[in-house]
């Protein structure tokens, strides 16, 4: 993505609701024709970045700039944007057809290329044939798409979306996450995507922005946010992690460390730079542990005894929650063999614990 220009920049701005600072000298660029999302819990100030793009909040302080034009003084109707609203936002007396042409009719295009907009809209949302029904003989997915067209038909070059998936059910829901992905492919349209969903963010983006607290915590690709949190809050709210507190005994080589955790060694990669007696988080995600159910801890080899203490089957995973002692809980999740005759779904076996050197994700505390 690096080769790419930039579409949309904030340098340094800051935006106040009453006295309450929500963003502070916030900085951030997404590029053409990328599928971005902000990313974060419930008033992080996710839609307010949003809001702003669009023209429906007015910065504080700082510049937003589309396409290198400072666009703070333009109002939200002349900016290269539109945005498809939780809601929906469509027009009850009005059919598909007719809210899809809408804007088109507001701004003064001919009625001809109305017409021709429109329908390459509808086959765009693979909504053909439905042009004359209204709103409320549609289901939850094809309001979405109607939601969609009437955005697009009017050629922005910024598409904002906000939380516009979680009024549907699940199934429906993962179903238009690939089918946004693939307009947003054919389209060539900039898409900021607005969502306090983990998964939704790592499926469809191609970087995310992680935000809590009115701060930009870490932008990257879902492999780099999922893979390499740069902290425990990023860590924790994508996904389920297991976090070891350890202490850093020795360099061994330029990447990789011997940390103690808890009384057992174990060699680590970090990427950061890192000095004897450092605290460290050692993360591992549940799916890369190893767990195997041996009695007694193996001779010569740096790992955990554990006991078993809670089970649930997901269907493909078998997850588990093992007691690793001194209050220590984690979190394991196998792939559920079914050939396996002797998969043991019990609980209170006795487990070793341990993982492939390289696998864990190593940050020093201070950079918490
Ligand atoms: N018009 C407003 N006046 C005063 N405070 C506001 C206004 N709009 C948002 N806020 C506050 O700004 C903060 C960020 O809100 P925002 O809606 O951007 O969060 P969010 O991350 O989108 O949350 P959610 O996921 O719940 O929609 C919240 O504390 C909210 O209460």
Redesign the pocket.
Known sequence: MSDKSVLLAFNNVSKR??S?D?LVDFNLDIYDGEFFTIL????????????LIAGF?RTNDGVITIDGKAVNDIPAEQRPVNTVFQSYALFPHMNVEQNIAFGLKMTGVPKAEIQQRVTEALELVKLSGFEKRSPSQLSGGQKQRVAIARAVVMRPRLLLL??SLSALDHKLRQQMQMELKQMQRRLGITFVY?T?DQEEALSMSDRILV?NN?QAQQIGTPREIYEQPSNLFIARFIGEINVFDGTVIEKVNEFSYLVDIGGVSKKVRCDQRLQENDPVHVMVRPEDLRIEYLEDKPQGRSGFMGIVVERSYTGQTLDSLIDLGEGRMIQSSEFFNEDDPDFDYSIRQKVWVDWVEGWEHVIKKSAI
């Not at 974060?40 to 809001?51: A, E, H, I, Q």
């Open positions: 609701f009453d309450s929500i974060g819990p419930s008033g992080c100030g996710k839609t307010t970045v949003l809001r909040e906000d939380e607005v306090h935000m009115g």
